[in-house]
Structures are given as structure tokens and as C-alpha cells.
């Protein structure tokens, strides 16, 4: 069964760093494109970045891009988000997002990051 | 960017209905569609992928057609446990964008 867990959300302020985690099994985790969702208080979902499952490549949306980093370490089946720069309009439920085909076929429970003075 | 526009926003509908969800794109996508399901405190959950295909374990109840720049997500009757928001996404173009969702109520 493909499990993802997302952890790290936190209450940061603007201008703050956070760092996500989101530990995988169930599925060869290196095999597969990975993903960040995110989706603000009332809002809908918004892909932020993705990575290809040997890491080699990256993508941003252009409201993360330069302040958001993606990673992935495969010897631990974990996926990571460097969030730098944090802004209030950054607050949301971070959903962690296995790709399949350009779609995504599995997602985490999401973690809350806050960004708020 | 390719914008993604759902309608309608609301669909209020009572068990055992059909429901017609419409998702258009501002340029071709070819058969690069797919549509989630999102229930509030859940995990969203992918139900159909290129335009028409079952994702694994969804029920036949929910069927997607389509191509190009309109797509038809159909629930043929609704169980209680439909009413939920759905979202539409295409993986023609980079960026990956997402509709803004057509939330289904209890009519």
C-alpha cells in the first residue's frame, strides 16, 4: 500500500524558512516523478514543483520559483520542500504527491505551514 | 499557461441524480486530462486519467469524456458519499495547472 506522510508545517514568520519532509513506501520511491501541491484557506489546488525520480530534474511554479527548492533522497524514500522567503500568500496545506504518468495517482494527508506575523 | 475553467461552480443535486461537470481549457490538451476527487480533511483521489479512463478501484458510476479543450466528468447517480469537490488537471503543457473545482452539494 503507497503511503506518503508529510511533516514539518509549521506557524513561520513572512520573510521565514520552513523545511517540509515526506517519508514514502509501499512503491519502488525512486522510480517515480514526485510532487508538491499546495492549497490555500479556501481555495483550490495549486501544483508548486515537481522532480523526476532520479532527482535530475526540477520544476517550479513561477509564485515558488527562486524561493523554493525540491529534493528528493532516495536511499531514504523521502521527498523534501525548502521553503525560503516565506509570504502570508504562502499559507496553505501542503499536500505530498506521488506522479504516475503526469498525473497524480497517490497523495499525502498534507501538512499546514502558516505564515503569519 | 494553460487556464483550466470548471463550471458549474456549485452543483446542488439530491441522491440517485446525475451529475454533468464541465471542464475547459484555454488551449488544446489533446486527451491529457484528469479529474480528482476532494473531500475536506482528505487526501484528494484520482478518478479518471486521459479524459476517460478509470483510475484503479473507482467505480463505474463515474465515466470522463472529452478531448481537446472540453471535457465531461458524468457521476451517473450520485451515492452519499460523492458530494465532494472536483477538480479537473492537464499534463499537456508545463506548467501542470488544476481547474478551479466544482464543488457537488446536497440539494
Known amino acids: 500500500e503507497v503511503q506518503l506522510m508529510e511533516s514539518g508545517g509549521d506557524l513561520v514568520q513572512p520573510g521565514g524558512s520552513l523545511r517540509l519532509s515526506c517519508a514514502a513506501s509501499?512503491?519502488?520511491?525512486?522510480?517515480?516523478?514526485m510532487n508538491w501541491v499546495r492549497q490555500a484557506p479556501g481555495k483550490g489546488l495549486e501544483w508548486v514543483s515537481s522532480?523526476?525520480?532520479?532527482?535530475?530534474?526540477?520544476y517550479y511554479a513561477d509564485s515558488v520559483k527562486g524561493r523554493f527548492t525540491i529534493s528528493r533522497d532516495n536511499s531514504k524514500n523521502t521527498l523534501y520542500l525548502q521553503m525560503n522567503s516565506l509570504r502570508a500568500e504562502d499559507t496553505a496545506v501542503f499536500y505530498c504527491?506521488?506522479?504516475?504518468?503526469?498525473?497524480?495517482?497517490?497523495w499525502g494527508q498534507g501538512t499546514l505551514v502558516t505564515v503569519s506575523s | 499557461e494553460i487556464v483550466l475553467t470548471q463550471s458549474p461552480a456549485t452543483l446542488s443535486l439530491s441522491p440517485g441524480e446525475r451529475a454533468t461537470l464541465s471542464c475547459r481549457a484555454s488551449?488544446?490538451?489533446?486527451?491529457?486530462l484528469a479529474w480528482y476527487q476532494h473531500k475536506p480533511g482528505q487526501a484528494p483521489r484520482l478518478l479518471i486519467y486521459?479524459?476517460?479512463n478509470r483510475a484503479s478501484g473507482i467505480p463505474a458510476r463515474f465515466s470522463g469524456s472529452g478531448s481537446g479543450t472540453d471535457f465531461t466528468l458524468t457521476i451517473s447517480s450520485l451515492e452519499p458519499e460523492d458530494f465532494a469537490v472536483y477538480y479537473c488537471?492537464?499534463?499537456?503543457?508545463?506548467?501542470?495547472?488544476f481547474g478551479p473545482g466544482t464543488k457537488v452539494d446536497i440539494k
Open positions: 504527491a506521488k506522479g504516475w504518468s503526469g498525473y497524480i495517482d497517490h
Open positions: 509501499g512503491f519502488t520511491f525512486s522510480t517515480y516523478a
Open positions: 522532480i523526476s525520480g532520479s532527482g535530475g530534474s526540477t
Open positions: 488551449q488544446s490538451v489533446s486527451s491529457y
Open positions: 486521459d479524459a476517460s
Open positions: 488537471q492537464q499534463r499537456s503543457n508545463w506548467p501542470v495547472t
